[in-house]
């Protein structure tokens, strides 16, 4: 399972980001996973229909076919399953659209952080327990299956349930521990909120409190929802605008708070906002607050930072730049400190947040609109694989 790639390989095409389609393999693709016990005891269910032959005649013959049977049934059932959610998680993993996969590898790798194993070692664990209860159902079998007596044909049934039942008991033998493990990191996996890929979205990003969540609610039409991911305690809003005219559906992403830092120290939540820039059909509203209510963090010159290092990482987004809460009294110096063609909202005192309206929906319905067009015509004439930006680190 090592080989499995939790982030697609470089060569993948990534002009997955320009189909159709939803994220939420998770939700829809893996499989039913039983802690071990369960695990066993769905298999022993299955066994009810394995039945002694009647057709033949000698008592020891039709005990040795029988418990031989009931044996190798016993084995199929526990290890065609594994097979399925190995078999299941390869593919699942595979097809992963760029996006969720480094979704998922974010969350494997916040686990990790946690001491919780990762996935291709929780795999290794679930491959060895296979080949372990075929090792060890097959002797039996065997063994049953020569059985000098009919007695003797059911004791050694019985004593290779009773092994069988011990291999998948993590009391007594700990490495059946990987189907909890395993159903534990599906848990985590499943609970990767939902994102619809095809649809042009906004991304708000910005250094913390500068009022990117207030925007998003406010531009948002109906409730937006709110995601969180398993790898934080923050949530992320995610609201949608609708064209009244066109009725065309666009997302508005909220971001929690990106720092003026190195690449290296970026945490889960930093990563999750540059893997939605890099991988889906984005715009960025980049939002300033030149207040100095926004904390330290949010300091004006690390702002200015952020901004700087997004716009060369990302440079043919379509981008505006917004500064928020216009409400309060902000001295000349420090506005004229602020981008080019900025748009100063309020979103407490309701100020130019129509203008801002019009700005998002000229940014999405055009701007992106041309600039994904564009991106497919280039692969339409070249077969190059269409770009988007940079790779996420
Ligand atoms: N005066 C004023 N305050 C605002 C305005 N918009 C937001 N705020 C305040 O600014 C603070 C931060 O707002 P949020 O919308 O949570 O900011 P955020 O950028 O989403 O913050 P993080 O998610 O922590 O990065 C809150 O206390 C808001 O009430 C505004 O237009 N005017
Ligand atoms: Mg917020």
């Excluded at 299941?88 to 946690?114: C, G, M, Q, W």
């Excluded at 919780?116 to 070692?121: A, I, R």
């Excluded at 998948?168 to 059946?176: D, E, G, L, V």
Aim: glycine residues 4%.
């Amino acid at each position: 399972m090592s080989s499995m790639p939790v982030t697609p390989a470089k060569k993948q095409p990534r002009s997955t980001t320009l189909t159709v389609r939803k994220t939420g393999a998770f939700k829809r693709e893996l499989p039913d996973i039983f802690v071990s016990q369960t695990h066993f005891k769905r298999a022993m269910r299955k066994l009810k229909d394995i039945k002694p032959d009647v057709k033949i005649k000698n008592q020891r013959d039709r005990q040795r076919r029988y418990c031989a049977s009931t044996l190798d049934g016993l084995m199929k059932g526990l290890t065609i399953p594994i097979t399925e959610i190995m078999d299941n998680y390869k593919y699942t993993f595979k097809k992963l659209h760029p996006f969720e996969a480094t979704v998922a590898d974010l969350v494997i790798k916040s686990r990790v952080k946690k001491g919780l194993p990762d996935l291709s070692h929780i795999m290794s664990e679930v491959k060895t327990l296979r080949s372990s209860t075929s090792k060890l159902a097959k002797e039996y079998a065997s063994q049953a299956s020569k059985a000098a007596s009919a007695i003797e044909a059911k004791d050694l049934l019985e004593e290779g349930t009773e092994k069988l039942k011990e291999l998948y008991n993590s009391t007594i033998n700990p490495q059946a521990i990987c189907l909890e493990q395993l159903v534990d990191l599906q848990k985590d996996l499943r609970r990767i909120p939902v994102l619809e890929l095809d649809t042009l979205t906004l991304v708000l990003v910005g250094t913390p409190n500068v009022g990117k969540s207030s925007i998003v609610r406010d531009v948002s039409s109906g409730t937006p929802e709110i995601n969180n991911y398993p790898f934080t305690t923050r949530s992320v809003t995610i609201g949608h605008i609708v064209n009244k005219e066109t009725e065309q559906r666009f997302q508005v992403m909220d971001t929690p708070g990106l720092l003026d830092r190195p690449v290296e120290d970026r945490n889960e939540m930093e990563k999750l906002t540059f893997a939605s820039l890099a991988h889906l059909p984005t715009a960025v509203m980049f939002v300033i607050d030149p207040s100095g209510l926004a904390g330290e963090q949010s300091n004006l010159q690390a702002q200015l930072n952020v901004r700087k290092m997004l716009r060369e990482r990302f440079p043919r987004r379509p981008w505006v730049d917004v500064v928020s809460k216009a409400d309060l009294d902000i001295p000349q110096e420090v506005m004229d400190q602020m981008p080019e063609g900025y748009l100063n909202v309020s979103v407490k005192e309701g100020i130019s947040m129509d203008k801002l309206r019009a700005v998002i929906e000229d940014l999405l319905g055009n701007k992106l609109k041309t600039m994904l067009n564009s991106i497919k015509e280039q692969k339409s004439n070249t077969n190059a694989e269409p770009e988007l930006d940079a790779e996420v680190d």
